[in-house]
RNA sequence: GCAUGGGUGGGAGAGUGGCUAAUUCCAGCGGACUGUAAAUCCGCCGCCUAACGGCUACGCAGGUUCGAAUCCUGCCCCAUGCACCA
């Protein structure tokens, strides 16, 4: 069988790229998937691959873009992708109904960051190769019935295995059954899309495999689960997440995005191309050899990521004056041309001002602000914050954060 | 339903009658320093007030007391075990 038969890409050359920045809970199991994703390239199809996005959150972050990179990869190679949107799930809440980051939505909400999402999301995916779904489709019409039988398939011990459970188990800690059909609710969403490959974060390893089970059990051949590694956020420990307050956000501007990017640690650099940037492994190896000797000074290699993830998100005019802003303003300690504005009619005072452009929360906070020196008004310390403002005045406040007055 | 343990500032979690706007940690903010918006160090961190001072706050509502987050009563909520139901 030669090469020139085919339709779509080599086997060898899609699986280089489509196993690319994986990773899998053991190698028993990434030898599996390897195996299986190989077996299912050779038939020489369009693989249905799909990835299921939590819409109770409206902020898509870089941790979210790990997969969406992935799905893009394959939409590249020809596959049809389905980014699904777990509207049911949301309209659920949290099985235990503690995590009230998780909060209960109405489908109008759902509706809605759903919108937002994949508006975000398409800056990464292309738009006219993408199914969009929502699960609320299917699982919202199974009867009781229907979930009775789903729950046939699986066994408590199944359950229990998970590390998360176990451990609870042996703490006491509740373990709500609402929390099982979680699991089987997205098991369901993989037979429902009768899916060929489902991606996920390694942490949804056990909701993937879940969906495996279900399939094979219903005729269908089980999804190949590939996982991808939890995107540590910019202090470089903890996961990227909006609750740790270390994430960067996909609709930042792009000047935060730069910055944020800056602010990461040395040794997140390379995690950080590999996971988020266009280059090949190849490129990234190159990248790590000359962090190593040398020859690329860590500065300029954060220079480099913060552009190259810029750019995805904001063009690359765009990433190119960020980092423009970035160098006059944090390293050269410039007063920025442009700033945000505030507009008033006639003198005054500071500290309402500030206020109104939400900036403090109280006349408190900018009392302190004065007392430590942090607030600069025309480029000079203000001594006393009992002053009044007018147009033309320029605020500084705090390192980074600048207000121009202009006249209503 | 019964029993036990709990509900404290953005989060975690001390405090069991005045010394407590409330230990500590995290987050946040400011300063210094730095290749950096990182790390580190120092400071700040309820609201109003120029200040004195005032106000609000420890699940909710009452009460005792000169004085309560801390004691009492009732209620609500959470966790665990048992019971009940199936």
Redesign the pocket.
Known sequence: MTSSARKMAPVEEQMRILMAGTEFGDEPTRVTMERELRARLEQDRPLRVYCGYDPTRVDLHLGHSVSMRKLRQFQDLGHEVTFLIGSFTATIGDP???DKTRPVLTDAEIAENAKTYTDQAFAILDRAKTLIRYNGEWLSKLTFADVTRLTAHYTVQQFMRRENFAKRQEN????HVSEFLYAMMQAYDAFELNADVQLGGTDQTFNLFAGRQLQEARGQQPQVCITLPILVG???HEKMSKS???YIGITEPA??M???V?????ATIINYFTLLTPLTPVEVDALEASLADGSL???DA?KRLGEEITTVFHGADAARD?RE??EA???RKETPDEMPEHAVVGRTAL?DVL?EAALV?????V???VG???LLLNGEKVAD??IEVGPGDEIR?????YLRLVAK
């Not at 006491?172 to 373990?175: A, L, Q, S, V």
């Not at 800056?262 to 040395?266: L, N, V």
């Not at 929360?361 to 906070?365: A, F, H, I, L, T």
Request: glycine share 16%.
């Open positions: 235990t109904g503690r006491g800690d509740p373990i910019t202090d470089g740790y307050g270390n000047n935060d730069f910055g944020k800056m602010s990461i640690p040395d000074r860590p500065m954060k960020a802003y970035f303003t944090v390293q500290t206020r929360k109280s006349n408190g906070e009392r302190r602000l430590e020196g942090g914050f009992n406040v705090g390192r980074h954060r």
